[in-house]
């Protein structure tokens, strides 16, 4: 509890050094970006961001599962965005399990299988593709060919974009 304790504290400090300030909810960039919850991704100073001007959705993967179709419907179609930056990375926590296995460990843990995909990967780039094509795909979604994939490398902290065939349906 001590360190969410001193969190908060920081909390205190850093509002206190700000001015009072209100953003509009819609960010101004007209961006989401979906990334993974790794904590050596700082995705406002990696891309020099401010406060308003980008969605910023993470998950473990930066996947594209239902829910962030669901946040990515609420964000174009609520919240004005039109463009989806997808930043995945290097030395991925999902690269580092199976599936199956994960699953089995879950289900012997607590005695239910999980309903929820776990979407590990070995091939980081295809991923990113695979990320690409899910967005393109959704009806749910009005901006669908204004997405672009990178991978974050974490050790030079540089994004390489990933492109996606020509020949892939789209």
Known sequence: MRVIEELLANNRSYADSLP???F????TLRLAIVTCMDSRLDVFQALGLKPGEAHVLRNAGG???DD???SLA???RRLGTERIMLIHHTDC???QLSDDGFRAELQKATGVAPAFAIESFSDLDADVR???LRVRRSDFLLHRDRVRGFVYDVDNRQLCEVSVDAGDGT
């Open 63 to 65: 996947v594209i599962t």
């Open 24 to 27: 509009d909810v819609r960010p």
């Open 68 to 70: 962030v179709i669901r």
């Open 74 to 76: 609420v964000s174009q």
């Open 93 to 95: 926590g999902l690269q």
């Open 20 to 22: 009072e300030q209100h």
């Open 130 to 132: 695979q990320s690409i």
